[in-house]
């Protein structure tokens, strides 16, 4: 039985359009991490260290080896803005 040659140009090209999706998707999701992978199944404990990397370095995925905070940062909290019940 021959081997359809005229098949392999198609799927070649649907493969190389597949992988240069998918490379561009990740590219993209690492610069907006910082070079870092991006983060998956985040729980509450997870989303208020990355809102305290906000507050303390203006990024999420940013981190500080600074043992003191910036200033103003003990007035940045987000429970100073909700509202009691």
């Known amino acids: 039985m021959p081997v359809p040659w005229e ?7 649907v493969t190389t ?3 240069a999706a998918g ?3 990740n590219v993209s999701k690492r610069a907006q991490n910082q070079g ?3 983060r998956f199944h985040l729980d ?3 989303e ?3 809102d305290r990397d906000k507050r303390l370095t203006g990024h999420i995925r ?11 940062f ?3 909290s987000v429970w100073y803005t909700e509202r009691a019940y």
Request: no cysteine; hydrophobic share 40%; aromatic share 8%.
């Open 36 to 38: 870092k992978p991006s």
């Open 62 to 72: 940013g981190q500080t080896s600074n043992t003191t905070a910036p200033e103003g």
């Open 23 to 25: 490379t561009l998707l």
């Open 48 to 50: 208020m260290m990355m």
């Open 7 to 13: 098949a392999l140009i198609p799927f070649g090209l």
């Open 44 to 46: 509450s404990w997870d």
């Open 17 to 19: 359009m597949f992988a």
């Open 74 to 76: 003990e007035t940045s």
